[in-house]
T-cell receptor, first 116, second 115 residues
Framework: AQSVTQPDIHITVSEGASLELRCNYS??????LFWYVQSPGQGLQLLLK??????LVQGIKGFEAEFKRSQSSFNLRKPSVHWSDAAEYFC??????????????FGKGTKLSVKP | EAGVVQSPRYKIIEKKQPVAFWCNPISGHNTLYWYLQNLGQGPELLIRYENEEAVDDSQLPKDRFSAERLKGVDSTLKIQPAELGDSAVYLCASAKSGTDYNEQFFGPGTRLTVL
């Protein structure tokens, strides 16, 4: 069965520092991978997605992620964190149904705190 | 473009009472999802609709949960009777089939507290 692991429950970084959030997935075929962000009391917002092609994908708010098939990873990065980035981040893998809409399997999330 | 609308945003009820949540998806989105998000966890799918048809309800606890999507637009999720363990956030999401795979747009959720 498909699964997503986010090993870090909570990460604290200083404002201006770089950030990397880890995500590992288990999926038999080529995965469809996503990163979502959730601010307190808000729904999830899509940061970026990987379907195929270039393994380094750019997203909104200055985030990027790199797909590494050999490591079954899709880590999220940002070179310089802003205080407004404090939120919870979820990695997800999309189940495939021959290209049709499928379901998302989410990790448990990583809470990001930003120190001034 | 308006986003996914959910109401109410917060609901507090006593156990054994019924409760209902409403979702209005983004206009033109024919796929609609209901997710359950427990504290400190990622969302877990309860049910997925394609238009008015529930195409995946395998994770919906059918003894107490029910859902409907009349006319393939708005949807209602109901719990009857509610239990203490149902306290969670219930998220609705919608997507447009035929475009980017599985790009789902989420509403703000309904936070349910069962006392």
């Amino acid at each position: 069965a498909q699964s997503v692991t986010q090993p870090d429950i909570h990460i604290t970084v200083s404002e201006g520092a770089s950030l990397e959030l880890r995500c590992n997935y288990s999926y038999g075929a080529t995965p469809y991978l996503f990163w979502y962000v959730q601010s307190p009391g808000q729904g999830l917002q899509l940061l970026l997605k990987y379907f195929s092609g270039d393994t380094l994908v750019q997203g909104i708010k200055g985030f990027e992620a790199e797909f590494k098939r050999s490591q079954s990873s899709f880590n999220l990065r940002k070179p310089s964190v802003h205080w407004s980035d404090a939120a919870e981040y979820f990695c997800a893998v999309g189940e495939g149904y021959g290209g049709s809409q499928g379901n998302l399997i989410f990790g448990k999330g990583t809470k990001l705190s930003v120190k001034p | 473009e308006a986003g996914v609308v959910q109401s109410p945003r917060y609901k507090i009820i006593e156990k054994k009472q019924p409760v209902a949540f409403w979702c209005n998806p983004i206009s033109g989105h024919n796929t609609l999802y209901w997710y359950l998000q427990n504290l400190g966890q990622g969302p877990e799918l309860l049910i997925r609709y394609e238009n008015e048809e529930a195409v995946d309800d395998s994770q919906l606890p059918k003894d107490r949960f029910s859902a409907e999507r009349l006319k393939g637009v708005d949807s209602t999720l109901k719990i009857q009777p509610a239990e203490l363990g149902d306290s969670a956030v219930y998220l609705c999401a919608s997507a447009k089939s035929g475009t980017d795979y599985n790009e789902q747009f989420f509403g703000p959720g309904t936070r349910l507290t069962v006392l």
